[in-house]
C-alpha cells in the first residue's frame, strides 16, 4: 500500500539536471550528456540516475529504489540494483564516483 500512494507522489518532471556542472539529465528526452556528449543508458540506468539526482544527498536502500522503479509489479532481488549500478558507474567514467555506496545502507548521490 506504501509503494502504491508513492508513486501517486512523484513530483513533476523538470527539463534538465545538472550534477557538477557536467552531468546534464534531461527528463523529457531521456537523455543524459556529458561535458556535452551524449551516453547510452538503458531505461532503468537512466530511471536510476534520474531517481537519485532528484533528490540529492539522501540516501535511498536497494529496496526503496525497486519500490520506486517497480513497485510490485515485479518480482526482482534487491542485488539487481547493484548490477544496474555497476553498469552505470561504468558508463559514466570518470564521473562515477558521484554514486555513493553506503554499506548496508544503500545509495546516494553526492557532487
Same mark, same amino acid.
Given at each position: 500500500?506504501?509503494?502504491?500512494?508513492?508513486?501517486?507522489? /512523484?513530483?513533476? #518532471?523538470?527539463?534538465?539536471?545538472? %550534477?557538477?556542472?557536467?552531468?546534464?539529465? $534531461? +527528463? &523529457?528526452?531521456?537523455?543524459?550528456?556529458?561535458?556535452?556528449?551524449?551516453?547510452?543508458?538503458?531505461?532503468?540506468?537512466?530511471?536510476?540516475?534520474?531517481?537519485?539526482?532528484?533528490? /540529492?544527498?539522501? #540516501?535511498?536502500?536497494?529496496?526503496? %529504489?525497486?519500490?520506486?522503479?517497480?513497485? $510490485? +509489479? &515485479?518480482?526482482?532481488?534487491?542485488?539487481?540494483?547493484?548490477?544496474?549500478?555497476?553498469?552505470?558507474?561504468?558508463?559514466?567514467?570518470?564521473?562515477?564516483?558521484?554514486?555513493?555506496?553506503?554499506?548496508?545502507?544503500?545509495?546516494?548521490?553526492?557532487?
Amino acid at each position: 500500500v506504501k509503494a502504491i500512494l508513492r508513486r501517486g507522489e /512523484r513530483e513533476e #518532471v523538470t527539463e534538465n539536471t545538472v %550534477i557538477g556542472n557536467e552531468i546534464v539529465i $534531461n +527528463e &523529457k528526452k531521456y537523455e543524459v550528456s556529458i561535458s556535452g556528449k551524449k551516453i547510452d543508458l538503458t531505461t532503468t540506468e537512466f530511471r536510476i540516475l534520474s531517481f537519485l539526482a532528484s533528490k /540529492r544527498g539522501m #540516501v535511498f536502500s536497494r529496496d526503496q %529504489i525497486l519500490d520506486y522503479l517497480w513497485g $510490485n +509489479e &515485479k518480482i526482482v532481488i534487491d542485488r539487481t540494483i547493484d548490477m544496474h549500478i555497476k553498469n552505470l558507474r561504468k558508463k559514466l567514467g570518470k564521473h562515477a564516483h558521484i554514486i555513493k555506496s553506503l554499506r548496508g545502507i544503500g545509495y546516494k548521490i553526492e557532487e
